[in-house]
């Protein structure tokens, strides 16, 4: 998760936020300690936010799409 904040852009880290809150609220096993890890280290996070370059941000939607099972 922390690594998605620093890196990827707003839209896929609000996704990637909200599918770990979901998760943790279901109470998949370890989900809310890497929620509770993920809000006490988010400020520090951001502070060091830089995104992926657009070719490589590309290869990364391209990943995302095929983890997910879409063309």
């Known amino acids: 998760m ?9 839209p896929v880290v609000l996704r990637a936020g909200t599918d770990l809150a979901a998760a943790a609220a279901a109470g998949r096993p370890g989900a809310r300690r890497a929620l509770k890890e993920t809000l006490l280290r988010l400020p520090a ?27």
């Open 2 to 10: 922390l690594t998605t904040c620093l890196r990827r852009p707003w």
């Open 45 to 71: 996070t951001l502070a060091r936010r830089h995104t992926l370059p657009p070719h490589v941000e590309h290869a990364a939607r391209l990943l995302d799409r095929q983890a997910a099972g879409r063309p």
